[in-house]
């Protein structure tokens, strides 16, 4: 199935294959799967007793309790579900950039998608994906199986980087599209207002979404790795900068650094999971850290 | 000089340099090695200007690069500001031009060199205790008494002031600036100023100098222009006499040579004196037309024997530095002329060297002895004459005998025996003319001048440089087989020489292949003969003599070594009576005939006035190329009061180029300071403010 696919070939779903993403909080599912759902049923996992009320199956009264307290208990069981996840990936020009890396954080962003979807069908979870850049551009809903996730899979593989992001503007599109409480999973470079990307963060959070965020960043980019006189070109905007690298390199960093504080207290804050991932950083070793077992 | 004066004007005119950077910004900049980039929001928060702040940068550091090239080549410049600042010691040159050009009238009468010395004497009035003062003159002047370098005894300066007079001579304006330069070198005054009080005449001053040494730094060069408004409407000069180049006998009348050129646009009529060192004295009335030479032909009579010499001077026209010339010359007492022979054997020879037979006429005197005796009267005289005959007994001893004659100086000539049958015995080696046997031709053959350029032919060689020695005919001859130590002077038309000259020793040999007969050809039926049989005699070529003729001005060039103790005598023209060493005095400046005395011998020096202080153009404009790349302004002179008050404005001094200087140092370090900037740091606490707010707005 993945042999035909260029940013899920065999050996990196193969090396895939042990991992399993998990969330945190419930999740609403159409199907029995791993995770913790918000609702109570029937599985193995005790959650809490309530007061037996008329119309329960009296099959369900805890009579150990009832001999001990003389009350009548009924024992809830936490319901079981899938996930549903939705997986963003940011397609604005700016994810065309490669200087470090061996990929670029497109191709690199890519590869995380393919990766995630693989390992969450692998896991009966289902797997949806969303392409953005000013606004939504492709959604394909969350599908469950690996036959499933082929269109999803070329469509990654004719993402041509353009235009400018707009990542808040897709996450608030997003937050009021998905009906269920549901995984979202944002890869990004994440090169906008940290605050917009946060209040974008917040209304998923808002909504019992659970969110990760995958920010992808070239190596270049976090520390300059040039020197001299160079005028540089914003892929985006076109917009150019003479700069002396030397002259201007530490303050750089240090503004950098700032820009991932504060994406990185706001994911925080919202109780988003943020993880900084350099694009040098192999895909498969990437999806490790962050999902393998501890 | 202006009140404001760059002293190195050079530098002024590197100026545009200034713009260098400006074009090498727009030209030649930095290529910026372009850059795709994700984004630019990190260098927009490290600071929103940055871009506008780098452009003002650039600017700025533009114009600090050109300041800094701007001040540096104003310092190199050396503004100096006249007028302003201390008043140091001065020490001052005053440069006079003494030169024959000088002896022109001023504006106001007087000669411009009298104008010019009266201006200088105001300077030195002027100098105070401390102030030093020396007098180059442009022509060294032996009856100066100059003071040795800076002087401060104004008395000394003054006496020689008085001293200084006019001259005939062109100078040298390369050699008195040195010499005002080097006046300079171990002086202890601040300031150093060189007043050069000049005709310009563009003879001098448009003649590029050679090695002139560089000034100390601040001195200030000015020149002064004494006008010429009175120029000669006539004038001729003297530009050479000639004696011929040949002995001179008493008793012979003596042709003089005399060049003239008029340097003036109308024809000019003047009167030629001339007067010989007895007092013979004569003149002629000479027209030479508008800048045109003429030669004039003067006849001496006859001298007596010893060193001689003849005064010229031009009179008639509007200038006189140019109108005096001297020649000298040694006269000789009557020659003998000794023939080894019988008279018939050398045929018309003997009539043609002396016509009266005792030397009258041509001062030669002619003598007959045995071939034979040759041996033992050879010293009767200098020169001999010898047939071919003589040697055919007893040759090899009668050769050497001849030989050792030559080698001492004599002159002798072999011809064939008129009137008897040739004989030749042994011809030795050294003999580079060896004659063939006798051939004959009953029509004759044309006898022709094979080296035209010999002094024989001096006194029958036309204008165009022909020898009139036409249609002599040859009926018998020995043709001569020249080797080239030999020059052939007469011969045939197919090159055979008939006559020829060999050097032997310190004397001339002349072999003849014909006898001067009218038997064997018609050259001694000819007028030219007897001159040509004088010069024969008379002839010597490369003679070394004692007599150096100059144009005042010129170097003294005498044999002898520098430091040879001499005296120097004026025997007419200019007086003069000096005692010192060669070296001390480099010319003569005046017309004149001069005895240079050593302890081992005497020369003479015949000096004529320099014709080319005649010329009439002088440098109107501010460029001297006389002066190189000396810095100089020149002023027209305003008379001695103009002189003075510019020498006091001199006195004080702003030098601008330490602060210019230091300006330069300032762009350089504010360039330094611009081009290499500390990094920039994170407005960390801003940014940090900032974030908090938005956080909690999100929060909220």
Known sequence: ?294 | MTGLTALNPLFLSLLPLAALPVVFHFFFRLKKSPRVFSTLMFFDRIDPKLNARRRLREWLILLLRTLLILFLLLALAHPVWFGLGKQGTVAVALVIDNSGSMRGTGEDGRTKLKEAVDAARGIIGQLRDRDRAGIILLVDDPVVPLPAGLSSDKSALRNALDHIGETEAGGSVAAAMARAVNLFKDSDATHFEIHILSDLQQEKWNQPPVDLPPPRAGTSIVVHRLPSPNLAKSNVGITGVRVPAKIILSGRRLPLEVQLASTTAGESRVRLNWQTDSGGSSSDEVVVPAHAEKTVNLTLESQSAGFRWVGLKIEGDDFDADNRAFIGFNCEEKKSVVFAGKPNEFGQLPLAISPTGEGKLSGLIPSFIDAANFANDQSAGNFVALTWNSFTTDSEARWAVLKKFLDAGGSALIVPAAGAPAQFGSVPDWLASVPGGLQSATNGLALTVLDKSHAMFNEIRDETGGVGLHNVKVFQFFPLRAAPAATPVLGLEDGRALLTEQKVGKGHLFASGIAFDSAWSTLTLKPAFIALAQNLVLTQTGAETNIVPLAAGEPLRLALPADTAVQVQSLGGSPLDWKGTLSQIATLPRAGIYAVRSEKETSFVAVRSSEKEGRQQFVSGGALPGLGQLVYSVKDFGGGDALVSEFKRLEKSLDLSPLLLLLALLALAGEGWLANPLPLKAKSAVATKTFAKEENAARR
């Open chain 1, 1 to 294: 199935m993945t042999a035909a696919y260029k940013f899920l070939p065999p050996e990196l779903a193969d090396r895939l294959r042990g991992l399993g993403v998990t969330v945190r909080r419930p999740v609403e599912g159409g199907l029995q799967g791993l995770h913790r759902s918000p609702h109570h049923g029937a599985s193995v996992e005790f959650a809490d007793y309530r007061e037996y009320t008329r119309g329960d199956p009296p099959n369900r009264i805890d009579w150990a309790v009832y001999a001990r307290t003389d009350r009548h208990v009924i024992r809830r069981y936490q319901e079981e579900t899938n996930v549903r996840a939705y997986i963003l990936v940011d397609t604005s020009e700016s994810m065309a950039f490669r200087d470090a890396g061996k990929l670029s954080k497109m191709d690199y962003a890519c590869h995380l998608a393919a990766g995630l979807m693989f390992v969450l069908v692998n896991q009966s979870d289902a797997a949806g994906l969303t392409l953005f850049n000013d606004a939504v551009q492709k959604q394909f809903p969350p599908a469950s199986s690996l036959g499933s996730l082929r269109p999803m899979l070329l469509a990654l593989e004719e993402i041509k980087p353009s235009g400018r992001s707009k990542i808040d503007k897709a996450l608030h599109t997003l937050a009021e599209q998905i009906q269920r409480r549901s995984l979202v999973i944002l890869i990004s470079d994440l090169l906008q207002n940290p605050a917009d990307t946060i209040r974008g963060i917040r209304h998923l959070q808002h909504n019992k979404h659970e969110v990760l965020v995958l920010h992808t960043l070239d190596a270049a980019e976090i520390n300059l790795n040039f020197s001299g006189f160079t005028e540089l070109r914003e892929l985006e905007t076109g917009a150019r900068l003479p700069v002396h690298a030397d002259e201007i390199r530490d303050a750089y960093a240090a503004e950098v650094q700032k820009f991932l504080d504060e994406l990185r207290r706001g994911c925080l804050g919202s109780l988003a999971d943020y993880q900084l991932i350099d694009t040098r950083t192999p895909v498969e070793e990437a999806l490790h850290a962050k999902f393998g077992q501890p």
